[in-house]
T-cell receptor, first 116, second 112 residues
Framework: DAGVIQSPRHEVTEMGQEVTLRCKPISGHDYLFWYRQTMMRGLELLIY????????DSGMPEDRFSAKMPNASFSTLKIQPSEPRDSAVYFC??????????????FGEGSRLTVL | GESVGLHLPTLSVQEGDNSIINCAYS??????FIWYKQESGKGPQFIID?????DKRQGQRVTVLLNKTVKHLSLQIAATQPGDSAVYFC???????????FGKGTLLTVNP
């Protein structure tokens, strides 16, 4: 398996533009997580899905952020409109079981977003 | 609120020395703890885990120690190598079966 695949790896956009980040989890993994990483706040959980259903989105900063998982092999994180404070590295991770059962999340290489 | 934090943001060691990275947690409900390693430009990678019914767990060159009394855990790396240079995160489940909360991270630099 190729692991968790994220795209794009780098995105530079201007304030107010829509940004869509994509993730392909490892086949057979029932859990998918979106994390955001910044120097100031570290790794923050934004939302996670179980069997394509959003379970906990309490970490989503505000209504400008939305995430979907239309099928078991694809998820998107959308920011509309984007703001400079959204600049961060966004990670997608998947796991075959809940993180309390196994703490081994498989992370993608991240999407580095810069909003000018 | 409940959080996971680290005592030392940076640690510099000589190649071949042992490294100790510390982590404090505040959530009394936490019963499962994990260490991750993140190399530059990559996503975090699982290293080792420990449950609250254990005090110590060993892996290959790594040992995790858990002190529930003072809510502290540590990661020990034996014979540290340049390839160990990375940011190390502790994470905890906070009693949740489904998600992890990560600490801020410690940057380990190994000098040749």
């Amino acid at each position: 398996d190729a692991g968790v695949i994220q795209s794009p790896r780098h995105e530079v956009t201007e304030m107010g533009q829509e940004v869509t980040l994509r993730c392909k989890p490892i086949s057979g993994h029932d859990y998918l997580f979106w994390y955001r990483q910044t120097m100031m706040r570290g790794l923050e959980l934004l939302i996670y899905f179980n069997n394509n259903v959003p379970i906990d989105d309490s970490g989503m900063p505000e209504d400008r952020f939305s995430a979907k998982m239309p099928n078991a092999s694809f998820s998107t994180l959308k920011i509309q409109p984007s703001e400079p404070r959204d600049s961060a590295v966004y990670f997608c991770a998947s796991s075959p079981l809940g993180a309390g059962v196994t703490g081994e999340l498989f992370f993608g290489e991240g999407s580095r977003l810069t909003v000018l | 609120g409940e959080s996971v934090g680290l005592h030392l943001p940076t640690l510099s060691v000589q190649e071949g020395d042992n490294s100790i990275i510390n982590c404090a947690y505040s959530n009394s409900a936490s019963d499962y703890f994990i260490w991750y390693k993140q190399e530059s430009g990559k996503g975090p990678q699982f290293i080792i885990d420990i449950r609250s019914n254990m005090d110590k767990r060993q892996g290959q060159r790594v040992t995790v120690l858990l002190n529930k009394t003072v809510k502290h855990l540590s990661l020990q790396i034996a014979a540290t190598q340049p390839g160990d240079s990375a940011v190390y995160f502790c994470a905890e489940s906070g009693g949740s079966n489904y998600k992890l909360t990560f600490g801020k991270g410690t940057l380990l630099t190994v000098n040749p």
